[in-house]
């Protein structure tokens, strides 16, 4: 039990770190992981009223596989 632990947290730790790089992770029959960059926009502080600058920032981006599509909608 906590050597399944181990590897799977190694793995998940590989699949950060190579998309942290810039790298992307291809799980066949899955999807593709990748780093994406969101640009800077104007937002809305709902509290408020007044409008704000939401700075740039990097996400995940996933594309999931026909295959995975084709389970989840069947």
């Known amino acids: 039990k906590r050597a399944t632990k181990d590897i799977v947290s190694s793995i998940?730790?590989?699949i950060s770190s190579t998309?942290?790089?810039?790298?992307?992770?291809?799980?066949s029959d899955f999807g593709i992981f990748s780093k994406y960059k969101r640009a800077e926009r104007q937002g809305y502080n709902p509290a408020k009223g007044t409008p704000l600058t939401i700075k740039s920032k990097n996400v995940v981006k996933f594309k999931s596989s026909t295959t995975l599509k084709k389970v989840v909608n069947s």
């Not at 998309?19 to 799980?27: F, L, N």
Request: proline letters at 0%; a positive charge; charged letters at 35%.
């Open 12 to 14: 998940f730790r590989k």
């Open 19 to 27: 998309i942290a790089e810039g790298g992307t992770v291809r799980i």
